[in-house]
Every structure is written in C-alpha cells, then in structure tokens.
C-alpha cells in the first residue's frame, strides 16, 4: 500500500490482484446480484486509488480495504432500502444456481441478530482476526469475542434442526456457563 | 456436570481455535482439552459450524480492472507521487541535521554533471551559444575548453582543472541551454527511443493530431521540391502522395504526410510558405484513456500468460487437461499479440501527426502556340461543310413539312380573289 502510495503502478496491481477476489466474495455474500457485487469491488478500488494520498499506515491493508468495503455496503444498502417501498421485503438474494446447503446456511444466518451475523461472517468468510473485527466494528475485542460465541452457538442450533432440542439445551448451557465466567472474571 | 473442572471457559475454547490465545493460555488449553471430553465436544462442534460455513463459497469475479479504474490510476500517479506528510517532516529532519553534508555532496555532484554532460550535450552548438550573448569569444578557446572539458570526465577529481574561463563558460552554457532548450542533437535521440518503442505510459494526454492544409503555389515544381525538404528536415515521411495534371486547369499535388507530433506546428509553419494558404484546419483526438484501458488489458493478459506457462511446466494432468491449457494459452498469446498490435499502433499514431497537404498550382490561361497542321484544317472544312449541308437540307424539309400545309390551304383560300384582284389591274392598264 505504501508502494502504491508512492506511485507504483505495479503496486496496485498486486494489491487488485490480491483483494479482488476476496472483496467480491465479500460482496457476493451480503448483497444479491453478481454484477452489483463486481460494481462494489471496483468501487471500492476506486476509492482506495482516490484516497490514497490520505491513507496513513495506522491500520492493516486489509482492514483498510474491508472499512471501505463496510461503507459502501451500508450505502448500498440505504439506497436499497430508500428504493424498495416501505412494507415490501427487499428481494429474496439470488439462489438460482445455489445449492440447497448454501440455501439452507443463507437461512440460519439470517436468522442471527445483524451484528452477531457481521461479526461472523467477518471472521468466517473474510478470515479477519478479532482486533481487525472490533477496528472495523468500532467494538471493543472482548465484546466481538463474546457475540462471536454466541453467534456460533446460535448458527450450530439453527443448522441442526433435527438435534434441536438436545443441541440448544447444550448450548444455552454453554452459553450460561460462558456469562457465569465472564461476570466471574468482571467481579475479579 | 461439574463447572469447576473446566478451567477454560468455552469462548477461550473458540478463540484458541481461531488463534487468538497468548501462548501461555495456549497451552493451558492445550493440555485441558487432552483430557476433557466435554471441551472436545464443543471443540468439534464449533469446527463443524464454521467447516458448514466454508462450504459457501463465492464464485471466482469475472471482471479485470475496469476502465474507470485504469484512468483514475493514471490521473493519480501524479498525485499520488507526492510524499505523505509524516514523510515530509522526516526529510525536513534529516536535512536540517546534514544540511553541509548534503550541500557538499550536491555541489560536487553539480559540478561533476555539467563537466559530463554539457561538452556532450554541446559540443555542436559552443559557437551558438556565445554570438547569443554578443560575447566574442575566440573559437580556438571554445574549442580547446570544450577539449578541456571532455579530459576532464575521465579524471577521478570532481573539479576540472579548467581555469576561471572554463567556469565562465560553463555558466553560459548552461545558461543558453536553458534558453535553447534540449540541444537538437539530444532531442533527436530522445525521439528516436520514444519511436522504437512505445515504451511506458507518458505522463501528458495521448493525442491524436490531424491537420488539413490547403496552398495555392505559383511555382508548383519549386513547391513540391520545397515539401519534400521540410519533411526530411522535421523526419516526417510520405503516407501517400497523389499529383494530377489536369488540362485547362493547375496541377495538383494532395499528399498525406506524417511527422513527429512535436514538429507539426513547425512543418505547418513551413509548408505555408509554400504559396498563399488556401484552407486550414487542425484536430486532435485524446486516446489517453483507450491506451491506458489497452495496457492494463495487455498486463492481465501477460499475467495470464505466466500462470497458463507456469500451470503447464508444473502440474500433471490428463491429456486432455494440458491439451485445453495449451489451447487456452495459445489464445491468449493471440490476444497479446493483437493487443501489443495495437498498442503499437496508436502509440505510432500519437508519436506521429497526419498532415495533409493539398498544393494547387495558381493557373494561368496561356496562349495556344502551336496551330493545328493544314491537312487537319482542311479535313475539318471538309466536314464541316457536309455536315452544313446535310442540315440545310434536313431544315428544308422539316419546314416543308411543317408549314406546308397551311401554306396550301391559305392558297387555295386567296387564290380567286388574287386573280380578281390581278385581272381588273391588268382590265384598267388595258383601257
């Protein structure tokens, strides 16, 4: 990024070449639309090139790219919201070509609570690191590790429903077990 | 079951299966999860949640870098050159700490760079440069300084042993080049690697100029051998040349000519001295963004390239697989071909200028000098005669026919009364 900074065309490229991939799928599995993502990726591109002059290395590239890529989704996702008439769902994401296991870790996801799915999928799908979650977040670490559980948690009760009753008394156990220790650890 | 028995809680279970213990808790865990089966349960089963979560996989994107992005890159280079502004401080730092450091190093570099460069540079133009300033110099001075000069580059020392008027000559210099600009000599090298290869992107807009200029000439032969000078002298050369010698009228020469983009204005400076300009008019077409488009295209497909090579030296396969790579790979070299085609192309085209020249010559009517021969004349009477004949008789008939009629039925009508009118006459001259 540095590099880049400096001037280096070939700098951006392996950057592009990097994040590319990793920034679409990052779209591709919050929004509906292949093309709206490849627009996403682009833009946010080309708001690095734009901002460049102002980047200062406090943070990772990456959460450099994926704080871009978090406020162009929320715009998105304002816009979506303004478009659609109020009352109607936004359109079911595209599943045409999904298999029914994606279908079906699409629904138990959307049942989570939207930090608590973020959270996840941020550290699930765009592999980033607890600290890099909380940055982008603006959470404190503790906070994302203890949503992360239980968003976990929560998807392992929704995906198996047919070790429902059995898996979720364990979990709210677990779960139990984990608040008990964390207002312990809060009382030292 | 028993909490006290865990003494690791379930979440440091989850964050040391992201890598997110410190080492010493690590370890902890580590050796509690050899013996707790409980912890290896919930260990499996948060491998098993986050294993079902991989397998939604986001398709590979499709698009290269867009348009938009390669010229946003491009107009940022200059920008984005700049140093931030902690960098900034650093170099004020380090300046203000080594600055005689730094100012002898510079000078000594300065002096050794004229003493290198300027007897190259120029060697042509000394005399030039000293009748600019109305200093007279002595030739055989100039000559031996600039010997001096070119002595002094193989000698280790950074000073020259010039004396005081090498140094006053070396001020000069550098002081009519700056007025001159880049010697021609210089120039003519620079242009001559930009035209070898296009090289990398230069850093102005990439324009495509086209001008049309029309001249009427009065002495066309001297005008054409006058064109063909201006184009060696601005090492332009012909595209096409087309010269038409019409009777009763001028000739004609329309030519397409194509200079260096730089010389144009000079070459349309000259060629209208050529004669009266007759039309005039210049275009130019910005392909800036079309190459940058075209160079990031070709990168890609360079990258292709590579990774298709790389794939077929280092993995095995089926037949069928490294036949389809080898096919894969064999288009994609076609396409850096057509893209390196064309790259070239315009590059040519921007490097180059379309001149083209229309040179009419200013006619004058001339007197006929030779007659034609008398058999010719004779011949022609002859003809013509007949040919008056011919009509003649043709016109009779026709007027016969047209007006004879009437003129029958009006003198049948008159007839009796005429004779009336005659006989009493010829009665009243009898009596």
Redesign the interface.
Known sequence: MLEFQGGSHHAFEELFARYRGPLYGFFRRRLDGDQRAEDLTQETFLAVIRAAERYEPTALVRTYLYGIAMNLLAAERRRRAKDSPPGKEAPEPATREAPDSVLWIRQALEKLDDSEREILMLREYEQLSYAEIAELLKLPVNTVRSRLFRSRMALKGYLEPQRKSSDSAAAGELVERAKLAQAEGEAI | ?N?IV?PI???EL??YL?G?LPADRANATAAHLGECAECQG?VA??R???H????????????A??A??AT??AE??P????V?P?RRRNWRQVLGQRWPTLAWVGAVAAILLLAVGVPTLHRGRADYAFSRHGEPVDSAVVTKTVREQSEARSLPSPQPPAAAKAKQFDRLQTFAQLQAGPPVKYKRWLQDQSADEPGPLPNGPMIIRTAELSVIAKEFDKARANLEAILKRHRGYVGELKANDSTGGGRTLTATLRVPADQLDATLTEVKTLGRVESESQSGQDVTSQYVDLEARL?NAR?TEERLTDLLRNRTGKLSDVLAVEQELDRVRGEIERMEAERKNMATQVSYATLNATITEDYKAQLQVVPPSTSNRLSNAAVEGYRSMADGVLSLALFLLSTGPSLLLWGAVLFLPARMVWKKIRRSFAS
């Open positions: 079951m909490k865990h809680e379930p979440e989850m964050a992201d997110e919930l089963e948060l098993n949640v986050s079902t979560l991989k397998t939604w996989k986001a398709e590979p994107p499709k698009s870098v867009s938009a992005i946003a890159l940022s280079r920008i984005s050159r700049g931030t902690a990168s990258n």
